[in-house]
Nanobody, 124 residues
């Protein structure tokens, strides 16, 4: 199983980025997908998750109203649209996949597969 994340970059505060993650080696529609981020010297934090069909989502309080997670099952892709970015959003962003336990989807340790990460840098 591999998860290929892309779309990171350098953006000014107030700007937008869209991250993408394309898993391979798994049946995409059978997996909950999550986005996490890790800043230097800090723990890996939950950002957003989406359930198998895309009908259910959850967000960290810090990104509610600014970030949107979505998925396209026929295209085997999960997205994270990030708007109104602030310097505190600077981190390496990781996508992750797991089969079940939706209620615990904000917990990194419940995910079975992880991507390699994509760097997001927001300048002030």
């Amino acid at each position: 199983v591999q998860l290929q994340a892309s779309g990171g970059g350098l953006v000014q505060a107030g700007g937008s980025l869209r991250l993408s993650c394309v898993p391979s080696g798994l049946t995409f529609s059978s997996y909950i997908m999550g986005w996490f981020r890790q800043a230097p010297g800090k723990e890996r934090d939950f950002v957003a998750a989406i359930n198998w069909s895309g009908g259910g989502t959850m967000y960290a309080d810090s990104v509610k109203g600014r970030f949107t997670i979505s998925r396209d099952n026929p295209k085997n892709t999960v997205y994270l649209q990030m708007n109104s970015l602030v310097p505190d959003d600077t981190a390496v962003y990781y996508c992750a996949a797991k089969r079940d336990l939706w209620v615990s989807s904000s917990t990194p340790g419940t995910y079975a597969y992880w991507g390699q990460g994509t760097q997001v840098t927001v300048s002030s």
